[in-house]
C-alpha cells in the first residue's frame, strides 16, 4: 500500500475533469507539497484546492507541452522547488482530431517530453528517490476509435510508452515504477462538441452512439485510480469505466 505522508506530487494537466478531481482527493492526504502544471493558470481553482488542506504547500508552473524548451525550464523550477518529485500524474487530454499536431502533441509528445525531463528529479540514481508516474490514457488506447483515430493514435502511444518504461529492468535501476489508467465514458468538457472534433465526416452514428450512452462522474473515476496507484503495480494498466476498476492483461504476440 502507497504511504502518502510526505510526498510531493507534480501533476501535469487542466483544472477539470478526472485529473482534477485526483488532485483534489489527494489534498486530502498527509502530502507535503503539490505542483500543477499547465499553459495557463487558474487562480479560483488553485485557492479551492489549497483550502481543501492548508498545510500542503500548493504552487503553480506554467508550462506548454507543444514547446519542448517551455517544458524543459518549467521542469527544472519545478525541481528547484520541490528538491524531487514523489509522485508525477500526466493527465492532459484532449480530442481534436481535425488538428493532428495539437493532438499528438498534448496527448503523446508533450507527455513523454514532460515525464524524460522530470525523471532526474525521480530517479533514485540521480536526484530522486524512487516514484510512480501514472499516465491518463483511454479505452481508446485498448481498442480502436474510427470516429478519432488521431486521438485512438495517441493513446495507444501511451499505453507503448507506459509499459516501456515500466519494465522491471528499468524499475529495477530508477526506482520509479510506471501505470497507465484507461477511462471509460465520462462527463466533462471533452464529451462536449463531439461532433466538431471527428477524424471525418463519416462517423455521425458512432458519435451518436457516445452521446447517448451512460457516462461515469470523474470524482468517481479519481477514487478508482487512486485505490489503483496505492497497489503499486509497476507496469500495469488499468481500466475505470462506470466507477469499477479492473486491472488490464495483455497479450503478448512476440518477444525476443
Known amino acids: 500500500m502507497f504511504d502518502w505522508t510526505g510526498k510531493n506530487v507534480v501533476y501535469v494537466g487542466s483544472f477539470s475533469g478526472i485529473g482534477w478531481q485526483m488532485m483534489m ?7 507535503k507539497m503539490m505542483g500543477i502544471m499547465h499553459r495557463m493558470e487558474n487562480v479560483e481553482m488553485m485557492k479551492k484546492l489549497q483550502a481543501i488542506n492548508p498545510s500542503v504547500k500548493v504552487v503553480f508552473m506554467q508550462m506548454n507541452l507543444m514547446d519542448k524548451m517551455c517544458i524543459d525550464q518549467a521542469m527544472k523550477k519545478m525541481g528547484q522547488m520541490m528538491g524531487h518529485f514523489d509522485v508525477m ?5 484532449v480530442l481534436l482530431d481535425k488538428d493532428v499536431e495539437t493532438t499528438m502533441g498534448m496527448n503523446l509528445t508533450g507527455m513523454i517530453q514532460a515525464t524524460m525531463m522530470a ?21 481508446y488506447g ?11 493514435g495517441a493513446m495507444h502511444g501511451v499505453l507503448g510508452f507506459t509499459r516501456s518504461m515500466g519494465d522491471k529492468m528499468i524499475y529495477q535501476k530508477t526506482g520509479v515504477m510506471f501505470m497507465a489508467m484507461c477511462p471509460g465514458l465520462t462527463n466533462g468538457e471533452m464529451m462536449m462538441n463531439l461532433r466538431d472534433n471527428v477524424t471525418w465526416h ?15 462522474m470523474p470524482e468517481e473515476a ?16 488499468w481500466i475505470v469505466n462506470m466507477g469499477q476498476l479492473k486491472e488490464v492483461m495483455p497479450t503478448m504476440h512476440w518477444q525476443m
Open 89 to 93: 500524474i500526466n493527465a492532459e487530454n
Open 119 to 139: 525523471m532526474p528529479y525521480m530517479d533514485k540514481t540521480q536526484m530522486g528517490m524512487g516514484g510512480m508516474v501514472v499516465n491518463m490514457a483511454s479505452v
Open 222 to 237: 479519481a477514487m478508482q485510480m487512486i485505490k489503483a496507484m496505492e497497489m503499486m503495480k509497476n507496469g500495469s494498466m
Open 25 to 31: 482527493q489527494l489534498m486530502q492526504q498527509d502530502i
Open 202 to 216: 463519416h462517423s455521425e452514428s458512432m458519435v451518436e452512439a457516445m452521446e447517448s450512452a451512460k457516462r461515469q
Open 142 to 152: 485498448l481498442e480502436p476509435a474510427p470516429a478519432f483515430a488521431v486521438y485512438a
